[in-house]
């Protein structure tokens, strides 16, 4: 039975085996109820159609990228590939420059291995017994720790005069050898000749003394022999200077 008045509606339920009862139910929330629903119905529609939208967008935009991606990763792969023919090219040439160079070696004398390996100038002369330079206070430094060899040396003038040239100097043993400065043996500088210009060494300009600091990175060993070959050229590509210093012996 509904009993109706202005602001609830009130239900009985009969049952002959059980009480009577009564529920009391307000219009306002019957009112609310029945809007509500509705409401929610289309907010979880709404919340599915973006869902599926936002899929097919992802989906779209996932078609749309692969074949970007794609070309992306192959041009990386052929930049990497080049890459390494490149490697591969360089490592040949370094390999024919060091064959060319270790020739020399052998094939040059004790206290000239260093000239082989430096292009002469048409008309150079060898003005090495003239006495325009000398060196003193030399020393040697080894550093295992970050594998160095550093030679040390005053370039004096005995004549006073201003002389300008370039400075070469060796460090080797019986198993392997480096210059200094380095960029005068670079692959641009030695290719296919092994050989570098005279005025790829140290520039130096003086007239009484001049500070050298001839500094290697090579793996050192202990016990080995290590020589010194110092050569400076003037500026014209005279050869004024020539000298061996060693062995010197890094103690274990």
Known sequence: MLYNNSKNLTFVIYDEQRPTKCFEIKKGQIRLAIFLLPLL???????????????RNV?????????VILQKYQ????????????LERTNKELESTNAILMSKIKAAKTSEVLLPFIRPTMGAKDMTSS????IQNVDV?????????????????PTGQKITGHIFVMLRTSSLFTIYPSEAMSIKNTLSTGM??????EHFSMSRLRPV???????LQRNAQYYFDVVIFSKSGDLIYKKML???ILKS
């Open 41 to 55: 119905f289309l907010v979880l529609l709404l919340a599915l159609l973006f869902t599926i939208s936002y899929i």
């Open 75 to 86: 041009n990386e792969r052929t930049a990497t590939l080049n890459k390494q023919t490149e």
């Open 59 to 67: 989906n779209y935009a996932l078609k749309y990228q692969e074949p």
């Open 141 to 157: 430094k080894f550093s295992t720790d970050s594998n160095r060899a550093t030679l040390l040396f005053n370039l004096t003038n």
């Open 131 to 134: 006495g325009l330079l000398g």
């Open 246 to 248: 060693g062995p010197h």
């Open 213 to 219: 600091n001839a500094s290697f990175n090579l793996p």
């Open 196 to 201: 570098t210009n005279y005025d790829m060494g």
